[in-house]
Structure formats: structure tokens, C-alpha cells
């Protein structure tokens, strides 16, 4: 009798530990996130992540920190909000206490806001390009959130509403203009003299195409032997000028 209320009453109270509840909790709010930042395959591209791993994490599979990272700047949500369900969900309204607006001394990194507006849309020859005011940035912020390592970074605003729902209009972007592998990504290029946000991908073994996320644009290529990062031919057609890492609300 005693076994038997003891293992009637174990059934009985049997529940999912914590972490696994916590596990599920974050597959719902990834489920969320992702439905919201347009599906599974974009989020998919943008994070950089095969399609069947993120099926995986959307069906309550752990996730490793990086991935985290990753899913959370392709949502565009808080990385807080995603891993534990605190704070906001979107970053917009949680990055102002991540910034400093004094020097924070070997703990952060100068990053200059430029006064250019490159177009997510037709592209626009900018007035100036010169900086402006000077954030000093949280290393913590940018290696724990953003993933981001290098110094070569800047702010700047975006106008026009191609790169919607990824960028809209006004958003100011972090741009890493350190030169790399080019990957598929939003990245600040200048077409032929016309300063551009457009999300970069490979056609084919020698073609670019420079596509909006907003479907209403078309896509376009451009040959991979007339693409350089910044000045480094003189002949490019499209020049790189950095990869878009960062998306926020700043009044400057």
C-alpha cells in the first residue's frame, strides 16, 4: 500500500522541471518573434542560421548564447526579453540605458554619429558626410548583444521605407565598416555615387544582388568584379561601406 500511494501520489504531482519550463517559454517567445519579423526564412537568412535549426529552437530545443545573440538582433527584439522574458521585447525601447552619453573609460568605445542619411530605397547623393556628435558605447553592450568585436564602427540615420520592416524610416543604424568576407547581410553601400542600406546576397558565382526587404522594390545585381570595399578601386560600381549591426532610436 505504501508503494502504491507513493508512486499514485509521484504521477500526481509530476511537473516539468524549470529549466525545461523556461526552455518552452523561450521557444513561445521566439515563436512570437519570428512571426513578427515576416517567418522562418527570413529570420533564418538574417540570422545567418540553416532553416531546419531554427525549426528546431522554434520547437523548444535549448539554444546556445550565440544563436541567441543571432535570433534576437534577426527579430529584432531585446536579447533580455528573448532568453528570460524580462524588460521590453523590443530593443528600440531599452537602448537608451545601454548608452552613455560621457566617457566611460577602458569600458566603452567612441562612435561617431554621422550627419549622411543613406537612402533604404532609390539611394541619395548625401549632402555631407561628416560627424556629429560622439556616443561613447558599452563594450558589454556591443560583445554581449550586438556580437559585435571591432572598433570600426558609426552611427547614422536611415531614411526611406525599402528595408521596412527590417529598417524604417528614421532609425538610426551601428555600422561595422571593418573590411570582411562578404556574407548575407544590411550593408551601407554607395551605387555609382548614390549612398544605399540594402540587404547584400550572392546570385551566383559572380553577381550581387542588393535586395529590399520590402517587397514593393525590386532587386537588383551588380557584377562582383565591379564591387570593392570603400575606395579600394577606383573602378567599383558598388562600393561596401559597412555592415549594418545595430538598429535604434536616437535623437541627436
Same mark, same amino acid.
Request: charged share 20%; aromatic share 8%.
Given at each position: ?150 572598433? *570600426?564602427?558609426?552611427? =547614422?540615420? #536611415? +531614411? $526611406?521605407?525599402? &528595408?521596412?520592416?527590417? %529598417?524604417?524610416?528614421? @532609425? ?12 548575407? *547581410?544590411?550593408?551601407? =553601400?554607395? #551605387? +555609382? $555615387?548614390?549612398? &544605399?542600406?540594402?540587404? %547584400?546576397?550572392?546570385? @551566383? ?31 567599383? @560600381? ?15
Amino acid at each position: 500500500m505504501a508503494n502504491e500511494s507513493g508512486n499514485e501520489g509521484g504521477n500526481a504531482n509530476f511537473q516539468p522541471d524549470a529549466e525545461d519550463a523556461a526552455i518552452s517559454e523561450r521557444a513561445e517567445r521566439l515563436q512570437q518573434a519570428v512571426q513578427l519579423a515576416g517567418g522562418n526564412t527570413k529570420v533564418a537568412i538574417r540570422a545567418q542560421m540553416p532553416l531546419s535549426t531554427l525549426s528546431r529552437y522554434l520547437a523548444g530545443r535549448d539554444m546556445k548564447a550565440s544563436a541567441m545573440i543571432a535570433l534576437a538582433r534577426a527579430c529584432d527584439v531585446s536579447l533580455d526579453w528573448l532568453a528570460d522574458g524580462s524588460g521590453n521585447r523590443h530593443t528600440d525601447a531599452i537602448v537608451s540605458d545601454r548608452f552613455a552619453a560621457t566617457d566611460c573609460g577602458d569600458n566603452s568605445i567612441p562612435v561617431s554619429y554621422f550627419k549622411a542619411e543613406p537612402s533604404a530605397g532609390t539611394g541619395c547623393v548625401p549632402d555631407e558626410w561628416d560627424g556629429g556628435e560622439v556616443f561613447h558605447v558599452s563594450k558589454e553592450f556591443l560583445n554581449n548583444v550586438l556580437g559585435v568585436y571591432h572598433r *570600426s564602427l558609426f552611427f =547614422v540615420r #536611415v +531614411q $526611406g521605407d525599402s &528595408m521596412m520592416p527590417t %529598417l524604417n524610416p528614421g @532609425d538610426t543604424i551601428l555600422v561595422d565598416y571593418t573590411p570582411e568576407q562578404i556574407m548575407e *547581410s544590411v550593408y551601407v =553601400v554607395s #551605387v +555609382q $555615387g548614390m549612398l &544605399m542600406v540594402k540587404r %547584400l546576397s550572392v546570385k @551566383d558565382p559572380l553577381t550581387f544582388s542588393l535586395v529590399s526587404d520590402n517587397e514593393r522594390y525590386k532587386p537588383f545585381d551588380i557584377q562582383m568584379t565591379r564591387t570593392s570595399w570603400a575606395n579600394a578601386s577606383t573602378d567599383a @560600381d558598388l562600393r561596401i561601406i559597412g555592415r549594418v549591426v545595430g538598429r535604434f532610436h536616437i535623437n541627436v
